[in-house]
């Protein structure tokens, strides 16, 4: 089993950044990619952003080029979403995900002035 800590998330401005951290513990032994996704109100949850184990790749959706930014910690089993230039269509409740089977409780995130 995994265990993901989701932290960072809050009430931000538009405009504003925030970061967001994912902390996995348990059996974090094999090599995994992590991945953020997003569900809005009344919205389907989406994909926002994922890196590879060794941090060296990542893809992110069209909608957060640009302005988001996912790294992974030295350690391997963190994982951070950098957001910037953030607008109220990015507020959502962000979850976490490891290896594409384990998911956090997920955090708040809202842009609202």
């Known amino acids: 089993q995994v265990q993901l800590a989701e932290s960072g998330g809050g009430l931000v401005r538009p405009g504003g950044s925030l970061r967001l951290s994912c902390a996995a513990s348990?059996?974090?032994?094999?090599?995994?990619?992590m991945a953020w996704f997003r569900q809005a109100p009344g919205k389907e949850r989406e994909f926002v952003a994922a890196v590879s184990w060794s941090g060296s790749r990542s893809l992110l959706a069209d909608s957060v080029k640009g302005r988001f930014t996912i790294s992974r910690g030295n350690n391997g089993n963190t994982a951070y979403l950098q957001m910037n230039s953030m607008n109220p269509e990015d507020t959502a409740v962000y979850y976490c995900?490891?290896?594409?089977?384990?998911w956090g409780q997920g955090t708040q995130v809202t842009v609202s002035s």
């Open positions: 348990g059996r974090t032994t094999s090599i995994y990619t």
């Open positions: 995900v490891f290896g594409g089977t384990y």
